[in-house]
């Protein structure tokens, strides 16, 4: 029998492109094919360009290596990394869609406490076109879903929440940890009879928190522009921190214009736990910068005159380039290739003229062969 989900056309399958960042391989797009079959793919090679990475049959997609990087960006591809998994956000800036969805190819379907299969994608979606309630913490967790509502207390003017920008998914099996937590924890296992939570909640106003980037949906129009993954891997002194600087990022500017981010389901299966100790050398400097990075953030005011994410974006890279860049050097370099990522993102999206011609095609369209009948 056909999966469920085939049956029907899921939602804003025109309106939302599927980034994938991929050093090893696509195979695991088999077990989400009937979640993501009708769906457009933006797959980010990183690593060797010469190496041919197979996208599995019936698929349609876009494909870019580093080749591809350097010749759509020229001098502006120094903004994005290379050998580390912050290149995924190349797709954030060449996709032509309102929606994103972005995972890991080492993460899978996950099965919820009933044994069904979790659709991932659509539970994001549900994430993304409900409001968020950042400005008063519902006790009942997420008011929209089925089940729940607004409490006794919680006050009517607030009722109607704000626009969702981020929806934040979380991992069954090997949970994100950094490297000296999986080491002193190499065993442990988030299983769904023991860690499943079933719950969707919005990050209150002015609270941070450690965005990670292999189960994240966003609102590209509402927030696409701050989704800059930083300068991490080859030729850096950190690496591991990219969807974390975003993050921060993102939430700091989401709290200024008044949009809201939601973390809990979806979870997916994340398999393959990365060597804690290579982690352990990209993520030291991140690990003891951080306690002076988060002061910063949570200290962070942006102008009024903020009234885009691109305005607030550029005013806090000066403010990076201003507080943080005594701290190390490093991050004068991350604040320009702040300003050269806002730029690239302008120039590559840039609205076409009333009247004008079609919007650009995308950069580099393919499709794989239908499905062979099994
Ligand atoms: O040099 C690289 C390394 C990896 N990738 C791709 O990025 C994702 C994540 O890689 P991996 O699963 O090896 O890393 P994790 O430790 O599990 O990832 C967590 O840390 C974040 C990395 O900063 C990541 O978002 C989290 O999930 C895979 O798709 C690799 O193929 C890469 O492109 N280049
Ligand atoms: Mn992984």
């Known amino acids: 029998m056909a999966h469920p989900s085939t049956k029907i056309i899921p939602p804003l399958t025109d309106e939302l492109d599927i980034v994938i960042p991929t ?7 088999e077990q989400w094919r009937p979640f993501f079959e009708h769906y457009h793919l933006i797959i980010v090679q990183d690593g060797d360009p010469t190496k041919k990475i197979r996208v599995p049959d019936g698929f349609d997609y876009e494909l870019y290596n580093r080749n591809d990087v350097n010749k759509i960006l020229g001098p502006k591809a120094s903004c994005i990394s290379f050998k580390d998994s912050a290149c995924r956000c190349f797709g954030f800036l060449v996709s032509k869609k309102k929606y994103i969805f972005t995972i890991d190819d080492d993460c899978f379907v996950a099965k919820d406490p009933t044994g069904k299969e979790i659709n991932a994608l659509a539970q994001h979606i549900t994430n993304l076109l409900t409001p968020s309630t950042p400005d008063f913490f519902n006790t009942l967790y997420d008011p929209y879903r089925d089940g729940a509502d607004f409490v006794r ?6 009722r109607e929440g704000v626009p969702t920008a981020i929806s934040h998914g979380l991992w069954l099996n090997i949970p994100d940890y950094d490297a000296p937590t999986q080491l002193v924890k190499p065993r442990e296992r988030n299983t769904s009879s023991n860690r499943y939570v079933d719950a969707v909640m919005t990050i209150p106003k002015r609270t941070l928190f450690p965005m990670c980037g292999m189960n994240l949906g966003f609102n590209r129009e509402l927030i696409g522009p701050a989704m800059y993954f930083g ?3 080859d030729g850096q002194p950190i690496g591991r921190y990219d969807d974390m600087w975003a993050g921060w990022c993102c939430k700091v500017i989401c709290d200024h214009l008044g949009l809201g981010v939601k973390t809990g389901l979806p979870y997916l299966w994340h398999s393959k736990a990365s060597n ?8 030291y400097k991140g690990i003891y910068w951080q306690e002076d990075i988060i002061p910063f953030f949570q200290a962070v005011v942006l102008p009024k005159e903020c009234t885009t994410v691109q305005k607030c974006y550029i005013e806090l890279s000066k403010q990076v380039k201003e507080k943080l860049g005594p701290m190390d050097n490093y991050f004068e370099t991350l604040a320009d290739a702040m300003v050269t990522w806002i730029e690239a993102w302008d120039e590559i999206n840039a609205q076409p003229k009333a009247g004008s011609q079609p919007t650009t095609p995308p950069l580099k369209k393919e499709k794989s062969e239908e499905p062979k009948p099994k």
């Open 23 to 29: 050093i090893r391989n696509l195979d695991f797009l």
């Open 153 to 158: 207390g919680y006050p009517f003017s607030l």
């Open 231 to 233: 300068l991490m891997g």
């Open 276 to 283: 804690p100790f290579v982690n352990l050398k990209k993520e």
